[in-house]
């Protein structure tokens, strides 16, 4: 090892763990681009958070530990591992069968022009979506909490304050969620918005309001001829004939898979350039972007879309239900469905497509999409203001109502969830506060392990 002394058989053996970890988790972005799958392990050894926002395939391994049994359907709650923390503790047959964003973390919000044309506050980035225990959100959140808060070194007593102020927001928002659900004719509570939200939520919507189309557009692209182009820039790829034609083709299978909504203008369709995007996909792989017309002739409406690999989410591989899995044609499927359902008028332009044998997302490469900055926020009163805020967003996030066309989820989950708490309220806080200090811990010493690992060579391929 780096260190004068042997490491501790304790952090060797956890040493180990991380390494089988990995080598299943990054055995694709090894094979695709090592060079990239390097500089993605060196931003994780920057910090301990930065570790744990690369690691959900460790997290979810360690939620399911235990005996390592792993159930079908028809032996538990949808698949639900033996192990999981607290078993029938608010997991239910419903509640460890709703959407979940799957990585959700401090850095995961931000904010997205919808459907409406209204700029949202929400979660972003719905790679890891799946269908799963609610509980697991809450506790991916609860210790990036933890490291937060002790980044920012604040007392484990103002971290414990910070962790019960996300649940009591999360609780009293699926509260107001499940009884609206009951109401006829029930109206959405509002999201956040720019009339809405404030301090630096509303900073953040502000931020992203002051940005363009045309902005976005000057940076990747160019006038030639009186005609808007791609660039020719550092990671760009010039497409041959052959590549260009498959692209092409992938992108006449996503047509088929946006709703009769979006097409209503099909002028705004017509492709004016394909380029290639080289390692910017999940693990490495190539993605491509596509200039299309837009909603007008006019250059500054063109729209830039990602075509880009999607990859299997990290707690899928600790969820064995067949029904789930046999939903979805491919992952690109599956991440375009499960943002339709976790987010409220979703990007118009999302959709899926399958390219090479596999499948793939797309989305608009939107100038609106701006994260919340942590940077300025050490003042704990702000602080305990924000996570408040995001503790009602992904409530919202869990709320997708009956009867809404997503088959995997039949029902309230927000009722189901609302029941879940009522069951046991005064737990419901202490199990994320306990959860956010142990895996918290656990994660910061993960950070050193996986430093020491790095440095002595010992992750295979990189």
Not at 194 to 205: I, K, S
Not at 275 to 295: F, K
Not at 392 to 415: I, K, M, W, Y
């Given at each position: ?10 952090a060797?053996?956890?040493g ?14 090894l094979?695709?681009d090592?060079?990239a799958?390097?500089g993605r ?5 920057a ?5 744990y ?6 997290f979810?391994r ?10 079908d359907?028809?032996e538990?709650?949808?698949g639900?591992p033996?192990?999981?923390p607290?078993?029938?503790r608010?997991?239910?047959e419903r509640?460890s ?7 959700l973390?401090t850095?995961a ?11 949202v ?9 799946y269908?799963?225990?609610f ?5 991916r959140?609860a210790a990036s909490?933890?490291?937060?808060g ?6 484990d ?9 996300y649940?009591?927001a ?12 009951r109401r006829p ?6 999201p956040?918005t ?7 939520l509303?900073?953040t919507?502000?931020a992203?309001?002051a940005?363009?189309?045309g902005?976005?557009l000057?940076?990747?692209t ?5 005609e808007r182009?791609?660039?020719?820039g550092a ?10 034609y498959k ?8 047509l088929?898979?946006?709703p009769?909504?979006?097409l209503a203008?099909?002028d705004a369709?017509?492709v004016?350039?394909v ?10 792989t190539?993605?491509y972007d ?11 409406s ?5 075509l880009r ?6 707690v899928a ?6 029904r789930?899995r046999?939903?979805?044609?491919h ?6 469905v499960a943002?339709r359902a976790?987010?409220a ?6 959709g899926w497509?399958?390219?090479d ?19 300025e926020?050490?003042?704990?009163a702000?602080?305990?203001a924000?996570?408040?805020d995001l503790g009602?967003v ?6 997708v109502p009956?009867?809404d ?6 029902f ?15 737990g ?7 959860f956010?200090h ?7 010493r ?10 002595d060579g010992?992750i295979?391929?990189?």
């Amino acid at each position: 090892m780096s260190s004068q002394h042997a490491p501790a058989p304790d952090a060797a053996r956890r040493g180990e763990q991380i390494l089988a970890v990995f080598d299943t988790a990054f055995a694709e972005p090894l094979a695709a681009d090592p060079a990239a799958l390097r500089g993605r392990l060196r931003k994780m050894a920057a910090s301990a958070a930065a570790f744990y926002r690369g690691t959900a395939c460790l997290f979810y391994r360690d939620l399911a530990a235990g005996d390592g049994a792993r159930r079908d359907e028809k032996e538990g709650a949808a698949g639900v591992p033996a192990a999981v923390p607290y078993p029938g503790r608010y997991l239910d047959e419903r509640t460890s069968r709703v959407w979940i964003h799957g990585d959700l973390h401090t850095g995961a919000f931000g904010t997205y022009l919808d459907a409406t044309g209204r700029l949202v506050f929400h979660a972003g980035g719905f790679d890891e979506a799946y269908v799963g225990p609610f509980l697991w959100d809450l506790q991916r959140f609860a210790a990036s909490v933890a490291l937060l808060g002790h980044a920012k070194a604040l007392s484990d007593a103002q971290i414990t304050g910070l962790v019960r102020t996300y649940a009591a927001a999360y609780r009293e928002r699926i509260h107001a969620l499940a009884a609206d659900a009951r109401r006829p004719g029930r109206d959405e509570l509002p999201p956040l918005t720019l009339d809405t939200a404030e301090g630096p939520l509303l900073d953040t919507l502000r931020a992203a309001r002051a940005r363009t189309r045309g902005g976005l557009l000057e940076t990747v692209t160019e006038v030639r001829d009186f005609e808007r182009r791609f660039a020719a820039g550092a990671g760009t790829v010039e497409l041959d004939a052959a590549a260009r034609y498959k692209v092409l083709a992938a992108f006449d299978g996503y047509l088929e898979t946006l709703p009769e909504s979006s097409l209503a203008h099909p002028d705004a369709y017509r492709v004016k350039d394909v380029v290639g995007r080289h390692g910017t996909g999940p693990a490495g792989t190539p993605s491509y972007d596509i200039l299309l017309e837009g909603g007008s002739d006019a250059l500054e409406s063109d729209v830039v879309i990602s075509l880009r690999q999607a990859r299997t989410p990290a707690v899928a591989r600790h969820l064995t239900g067949p029904r789930v899995r046999g939903h979805f044609r491919h992952e690109g499927h599956r991440t375009a469905v499960a943002q339709r359902a976790l987010q409220a008028h979703a990007d118009p332009w999302l959709g899926w497509t399958e390219l090479d044998g596999a499948g793939h997302l797309v989305t608009e490469l939107s100038p609106y999409a701006v994260g919340l900055d942590w940077s300025e926020l050490d003042d704990p009163a702000e602080i305990s203001a924000v996570v408040a805020d995001l503790g009602r967003v992904t409530a919202a996030l869990h709320a997708v109502p009956a009867g809404d066309g997503h088959t995997l989820v039949p029902f309230s989950a927000e009722r189901a969830i609302d029941a879940a708490i009522a069951a046991d309220e005064e737990g419901f806080a202490t199990v994320l506060v306990d959860f956010a200090h142990s895996y918290g811990a656990r994660a910061r010493r993960d950070h050193e392990i996986f430093v020491d690992l790095f440095r002595d060579g010992r992750i295979p391929g990189v």
